[in-house]
Nanobody, 117 residues
Framework: QVQLVESGGGLVQPGGSLRLSCVAS????????MSWYRQTPGKERELVAT???????NYSDSVKGRFTISRDNAKRTVSLEMNSLKPEDTAVYYC???????????WGKGTLVTVSS
């Protein structure tokens, strides 16, 4: 059974930091690119950051320089370190696994991040 379980969301003040984690199970983790997406009500889900099977990261322009994605294949985890948080970073953050060149794509249930004073 495939599972992606996110954790680490919460309430943080502007300028603060949070670290999101996602634990994967039920598939061959090191053959998948891992990503974090986010979504706010009424908007489409947007890609925040991706890390390839060989740990090459890519970021959306909106988070570049503030967020860092990393993965640990031995622990089957992907993390998102978020610094200098802004109110516009408020969203539900989703963990995603995508096997390159295939339709195999999995989602977690999401974790809420709220940036507010």
């Amino acid at each position: 059974q495939v599972q992606l379980v996110e954790s680490g969301g919460g309430l943080v003040q502007p300028g603060g930091s949070l670290r999101l984690s996602c634990v994967a199970s039920g598939f061959t983790y090191d053959m998948y690119a891992m990503s974090w997406y986010r979504q706010t009500p009424g908007k489409e889900r947007e890609l925040v950051a991706t890390i390839s099977m060989i740990s090459s990261p890519n970021y959306s322009d909106s988070v570049k320089g503030r967020f860092t994605i990393s993965r640990d294949n031995a622990k089957r985890t992907v993390s998102l370190e978020m610094n200098s948080l802004k109110p516009e970073d408020t969203a539900v953050y989703y963990c995603n696994a995508q096997r390159p060149g295939s339709a195999m794509n999995y989602w977690g249930k999401g974790t809420l991040v709220t940036v507010s004073s």
